[in-house]
């Protein structure tokens, strides 16, 4: 081998291991998982002794707001398996432990398609929760709330139609 054809290969071997950079950022995320679970009980704890004083659509906020949560956090571990298994390596998990059926099953497009999925239905969410207290919101700041969730719905549908067609 010349010291040309060395230096490319060192490079290359080089540029293919700096992938594991992103694996502490991947065990970085389950700690937003944490954090997440901590806001969840914190707004339970706050939530249940109250329960019976709550109005309908105060009771729905609530619930909207948790669900919110749990989307967020669902989003997180998508990316979190989905991303280490696409760009870092393959989870070796045993063969007696569970493994997620969706486990090693997305590309970097399907991953791209769960976010976008995921983004617009926790926006959905918040307009939800926007509306369900629209006497609260000035016209102006409500439009822009719907100008924004439309934006992420059409980005959303723009992606999956452009995937489509380059699949194709």
Known sequence: M?????IEHGAEQLMYASRWALAPIYMG????LFALAVKFF???YHFLPHILEFNESDLILKILSMIDLVLV???VVIVMFSGYENFVS?????KDTEKLDWLGT?????????????IVAISSIHLLKVFMNIEAIPNDKLLWYVVIHLTMVLSAF???YLDKITKH
Request: proline content about 0%.
């Open 2 to 6: 010349d010291i040309k054809t060395k």
């Open 29 to 32: 995320l389950s700690l937003t």
């Open 42 to 44: 914190q707004e339970m």
């Open 73 to 75: 956090g669902s989003l």
């Open 90 to 94: 393959q989870m070796d998990i045993g």
């Open 106 to 118: 997305h590309d970097y497009g399907s991953l791209k398609m769960k976010v976008a999925a995921s």
């Open 158 to 160: 723009l992606m999956g």
